[in-house]
């Protein structure tokens, strides 16, 4: 019966052995946020930026595929317009990018600043 009374006792020295188990949790979580989570919360409010600085004449691409210029602008509407005397209406949101001057949509700004 002391073999298992012994092996639930704690060993000495646990206090530490307990906080440098966590230490590969606590890294791996650091490289997570560092790699991850953060690229992505910049790359999201680079994407609101966007969203907040449309202006009407700007040609822009849909998340959809569709290129047009903004005619018209309301809080959560964008009026596009797609060829001539065709305008839809979309919401927002679903603006994907500006267009460059040939016509192509913008490259992705990289979100970690290189």
Avoid at 2 to 29: C, E, K, N, Q, R
Avoid at 38 to 51: D, E, H, I, S, Y
Wanted: positive net charge.
């Amino acid at each position: 019966m002391t073999g298992v009374a012994y092996a639930a006792a704690p060993a000495a020295g646990g206090g530490a052995g307990g906080f440098a188990s966590f230490i590969p949790l606590i890294l791996i979580f650091a490289v997570f946020y560092f790699m991850l989570i953060r690229p992505q919360q910049k790359q999201a409010k680079l994407q609101q930026q966007f969203l907040a600085d449309l202006k009407t004449g700007n040609k822009v691409v849909t998340k959809g595929g569709l290129h047009g210029t903004i005619t018209g602008l309301t809080e959560s509407v964008v009026t596009l317009e797609i060829a001539d005397n065709v305008r839809v209406k979309i919401s927002r949101s679903s603006i994907g990018s500006p267009l460059t001057k040939e016509g192509l949509p913008a490259p992705a700004k990289k979100a970690g600043g290189a």
